[in-house]
């Protein structure tokens, strides 16, 4: 597509509820990011792939979140048994491997648990 | 590990005055690209202005530009002619040479006032 996209743009969910996250990056994008952006603060790391190397989640924050990313495009990040201090703008990013003029940004999901 | 601090959770400019927004980073790398993004209400990270840290020439983009200062380790952002819809929290960014792993830092909010 002519940009990332990011499905849902708002979720809402009870606390102790699994919600999954999608991210469909530029089409030849074979770096994909996950960011985590909670109320008025930057953006926090979560979990990095390129290609078909091993993912990078030296990010992800506890057992609760993981991600996957399927044929080396669509990504889906999933966060088990969802806590409040999940509540945040969850941002995902695409780039050609070695870019280095930055990433294209999805508009990101805003998740918020009740 | 790299950091990046933006020492100015909000600032303000009246609409057609300049602003500076500040930046610092850590980092013993030599070769390492700098960006600042702009992220408005709609949430999307939109890139602003790119630097490589080999260049000593300033970047500049229309009506933004950037001071880098490689020794004092500093990237700050000038807006001039500001306009309402410069209006939007500022991300400042590091990314090591031919790796694709950026680093944010907490953000400025700027409100241009009319």
């Known amino acids: 597509g002519a940009g990332v996209s990011q499905s849902p743009s708002n979720k809402v969910t009870e606390k102790g509820k699994d919600v999954e996250l999608r991210c469909d990056p530029i089409?030849?994008?074979?770096?994909l990011y996950w960011y985590r952006q909670s109320l008025g603060q930057g953006l926090e790391f979560l979990i990095y792939?390129?290609?078909?190397?091993?993912?990078?989640k030296s990010g992800l924050p506890s057992d609760r979140f993981s991600a996957e990313r399927t044929g080396g495009s669509v990504s889906t990040l999933t966060i088990q048994r969802t806590q409040q201090e999940d509540s945040a703008v969850y941002l995902c990013?695409?780039?050609?491997?070695?870019?280095?003029?930055?990433?294209?940004f999805g508009s990101g999901t805003r998740l918020t648990v009740v | 590990a790299q950091t990046v601090t933006q020492s100015q959770p909000e600032m303000s400019v009246q609409e057609a005055e300049t602003v500076t927004l500040s930046c610092t980073y850590d980092?013993?790398?030599?070769?390492?690209?700098l960006f600042w993004y702009k992220q408005p209400p709609s949430r999307q990270m939109i890139l602003v202005i790119r630097q490589e840290a080999y260049k000593q020439q300033n970047a500049t983009e229309n009506r933004f530009s950037v001071n880098f200062q490689k020794a004092a380790k500093s990237f700050s952002l000038k807006i001039s002619d500001s306009q309402l819809g410069d209006t939007a929290m500022y991300f400042c960014a590091f990314m090591k040479r031919f790796n694709n792993d950026m680093r944010f830092g907490a953000g400025t909010r700027l409100t241009v006032k009319p």
């Open positions: 980092t013993s790398e030599n070769n390492y690209y």
């Open positions: 792939f390129q290609g078909n190397s091993a993912p990078d």
């Open positions: 089409s030849g994008h074979t770096a």
């Open positions: 990013a695409s780039s050609l491997p070695g870019q280095s003029y930055g990433y294209t």
